[in-house]
């Protein structure tokens, strides 16, 4: 409970009657609470005035820091370029002679791709300037698929680049020498057989294109929509005939008067590939990354029949008519797949690899 200052000058007041002093013992009371008070409350403003100076104090230094430090507008990370379109692309299954590639660039930028399956030196010449690479190497403890580069163009001025790929054990070093270098080892070292391909973009170029019997990464079209090299016609080739019935044979004719190669691109290693010369099987070969071939040396015209089927149905030692393997298999729709005649032109047998 509690009491006012009236109700204690009247209890007080009763208990003091007839006492000396009472009244002035109680004015002296009522003066003492009223200095308690006073003091109360100017110790609770000094309280306050401390705490303000004091987070007044604290805060400052952080206020004038704040004030004077500039702060940096968030960084985020910037896609990377996708591949322009491509204005030039060829695949080449010899190594060791010189190729020329034209193209009319598009922009200030162009960029450049090399991709080899086995190890390779590219030279790279514009006019007098060479670069050059390993390809298809392995460097690091890692392959190094591909050698990557731009080159100096101007919008609309068709431009000619000389490339050449060496077997990598053919050349000593790095040749510090580009031309001179170039041209001596094109003398000196004779062609062999090697699978490369070279792809020029506008503006920016990745391995996203790089055909899969190459590499693995192949497996995405590049900028603009077109397909990676291996899915295109040869360059002196007839236009591949494409399926996507599995268990469903295509009908195509070999090369006129001139020895061939016919080649079965198929993804996937769940299926398999089978070739007929008439009802004589030619080719048996599981599909993949690397395209099924079977060259023909012979000059002649022939009609030659080819059909992918699940590799589920393969037996081994199996070498199967068309007519019997179309009654086991019941043709279905599958991924595309493709078969093409490739004329080879008449010429020597290329010469055994340089070196062991």
């Known amino acids: 409970m509690s009491y006012t200052e009236q109700d204690l000058r009247k209890v007080l007041a009763e208990r003091s009657t007839g006492g000396d002093g009472g009244p002035a013992r109680l004015d002296a009371i009522a003066r003492k609470g009223r200095a308690l008070r006073r003091r109360r409350r100017w110790a609770a403003g000094l309280t306050v ?3 303000a100076a004091t987070g007044a104090s604290l805060l400052s230094p952080l206020l004038r820091d704040t004030a004077t430090v500039e702060v940096a507008a968030p960084v985020t990370a910037q896609p990377p370029r996708e591949e322009g379109k491509r204005l030039a692309g060829a695949r080449y299954e010899t190594a060791g002679e010189l190729r020329r590639v034209t193209l009319t660039p598009l922009s200030a930028k162009t960029s450049f791709r090399v991709s080899c399956i086995a190890g ?3 030279f790279i010449r514009q006019e007098n300037a060479v670069q050059s690479d390993l390809c298809g190497s392995l460097t690091n403890g890692g392959p190094q698929l591909h050698m990557m580069g731009s080159l100096t163009t101007r919008p609309g001025v068709p431009i000619t680049v000389d ?3 060496l077997p990598a054990k053919a ?4 040749p510090q020498d580009g031309a001179a270098e170039m041209e001596r080892l094109l003398k000196a070292v004779r062609p062999t057989p090697s699978l490369w391909e070279v792809a020029v973009h506008d503006g920016g170029i990745s391995t996203r294109s790089c055909s899969p019997d190459i590499c693995d990464s192949g497996t995405l079209p590049a900028g603009g929509g077109e397909d990676n090299l291996a899915g295109l016609p040869p360059s002196n080739g007839t236009v591949p005939k494409s399926s996507s019935m599995v268990g469903k044979a295509v009908k195509v004719v070999d090369a006129d008067g001139m020895a061939s190669r016919t080649v079965i691109r198929c993804p996937g290693t769940d299926l398999h590939a089978y070739l007929w010369e008439k009802d004589r099987l030619v080719m048996s070969a599981p599909c993949g990354a690397t395209p099924a071939i079977w060259d023909d040396p012979r000059p002649a015209s022939h009609t030659l029949r080819a059909m992918v089927v699940p590799k589920a149905l393969v037996r081994d030692g199996d070498a199967p008519e068309p007519a019997d393997l179309q009654q086991r298999v019941k043709p279905e729709t599958g991924p595309r797949w493709t078969v093409a ?5 008449a010429g020597p047998v290329a010469p055994p690899p340089v070196g062991d």
């Open 341 to 345: 005649v490739q004329p080879v032109p």
């Open 171 to 174: 050349v000593d070093g790095d």
């Open 163 to 165: 490339v050449v790929a």
């Open 120 to 122: 390779l030196r590219v």
């Open 49 to 51: 005035v401390a705490v």
